[in-house]
């Protein structure tokens, strides 16, 4: 056949077709891991999609934000990218982001996809810019075996996580000194998430609103009560980061903390079957955890958005998903990847997914940053230490975020 035999409309299909076979997706992402599945997985999207070529590149996770924001500013932006929800407003701003709502619509593993992921990634305009592709979720890790030999339940409300701290916080060798407390709480930077799972589930409490109402001061309040009236957290408490309060846990020096299923498998190399998992408890008329996440994204500048939406929709796909997260560490979002992951421990995969219908995301502020590297962490030493009340605490957050 001939361009001479062929009318116009074919010949601008058939001048698309090839195109389309020349299109090239370069693809950024960060992967520490060695174990790095990459190539395999362009290698079987190439094949299954002849004519595109995929060019992956591992970008190094301390510069990738500072790489991404200056590629698109000088007009070398890769065609689609990992990205985290903290750079969504920004990238929005930029006008970098390809909305994928109807491309999302049309796509048959939308239907797929863990409850709620798609909600919490929508950005602040309505559209949805972000493809989840692995996130976690906080929960309660508790000490199975100390809840049997007390005969406990696993808490469901804050007043049942009072209790069972009370009664966990014990002087187990009998010299009259306490050597396991109820719960480690992390009391310095990264512990807002503790605070705000016993806060901000509360009804009508948030970073933005209600939170120097009589139920924000209280759930405040309810958290310096656990350490300075109830003592059911370690004296160290609050000075306590990450490698206190999960070495703690460990060590049999705390029976409950709150984590993510990041640590799930050294709790389990440390304790076996004595450590378990469930959402946080309901406090004040509702829940409140927080949301990991990791997206991809189709750049607005990308030459082939459909051979770019391809590619992104490849790896959030049943199988190739749970391939690409055995690099992460985190969860593939794919129902029915989670339903035979085999990396964690199902008991860790149950609590995370039980855990997301009430999973939320910090504000997309500028006053987050602050709020979580600054202000946070020394407002609560020093409620904890007794230097300024859960109502300063709280008045001191809501003029951050008025501002």
Not at 5 to 28: E, K, N, P, Q
Not at 354 to 381: E, G, I
């Amino acid at each position: 056949m001939t361009f001479a035999r062929i009318g116009a409309a074919s010949v601008l299909a058939l001048a698309a077709g090839l195109a389309h076979a020349d299109s090239t997706v370069r693809f950024w992402y960060h992967f520490d891991n060695a174990d790095n599945p990459m190539d395999a997985l362009v290698a079987e999207f190439e094949a299954a999609n002849p004519g595109i070529t995929v060019e992956a590149e591992n970008v190094p996770w301390n510069s990738y934000y500072d790489q991404l924001y200056t590629a698109i500013i000088g007009g070398s932006a890769p065609d689609a990218a990992m990205v985290k929800m903290f750079a969504q407003p920004r990238l929005v701003e930029m006008g970098a982001l390809e909305p994928i709502g109807d491309k999302l619509a049309e796509w048959d593993g939308a239907a797929g996809l863990q409850d709620n992921l798609l909600d919490l990634t929508r950005a602040a305009d309505g559209n949805q810019y972000y493809l989840p592709v692995q996130y976690v979720v906080l929960y309660l890790y508790y000490r199975a075996d100390m809840f049997e030999e007390l005969g406990l339940e696993v808490p469901q409300t804050c007043e049942d996580f009072r209790a069972a701290a009370q009664a966990l916080t014990r002087d187990t060798d009998g010299d009259g000194q306490t050597d396991v407390w109820g719960f480690g709480f992390r009391g310095a930077k990264g512990g807002h998430d503790h605070w705000a799972s016993l806060t901000l589930g509360r009804e009508g409490v948030g970073l933005q609103d209600g939170l120097t109402s009589a139920a924000g001061v209280a759930g405040t309040q309810f958290v310096a009560d656990l350490f300075r009236t109830d003592k059911v957290f370690p004296p160290s408490a609050p000075n306590d980061g990450f490698q206190e309060i999960i070495g703690a846990f460990k060590a049999g020096k705390t029976a409950m903390t709150i984590h993510h299923i990041g640590s799930a498998n050294g709790m389990v190399e440390a304790l076996g079957d004595k450590v378990a998992a469930a959402p946080v408890p309901e406090c004040g008329g509702g829940r409140w955890t927080s949301f990991g996440d990791e997206s991809t994204a189709v750049l607005s500048s990308a030459e082939d958005k459909d051979a770019a939406w391809k590619w992104i929709a490849f790896l959030s796909s049943e199988g190739n998903n749970a391939r690409f997260n055995e690099a992460t560490g985190q969860l593939p979002v794919v129902k029915a990847d989670s339903a035979g992951w085999t990396l964690h421990p199902q008991r860790f995969v149950e609590a995370t997914v039980d855990s997301l219908p009430f999973a939320h995301l910090l504000p997309d502020s500028a006053a987050t940053a602050d709020f979580v590297n600054t202000v946070w962490p020394t407002a609560m030493q020093r409620v904890l230490t007794g230097a300024i009340t859960a109502e300063e605490m709280n008045a001191e957050i809501a003029a951050l975020f008025d501002d």
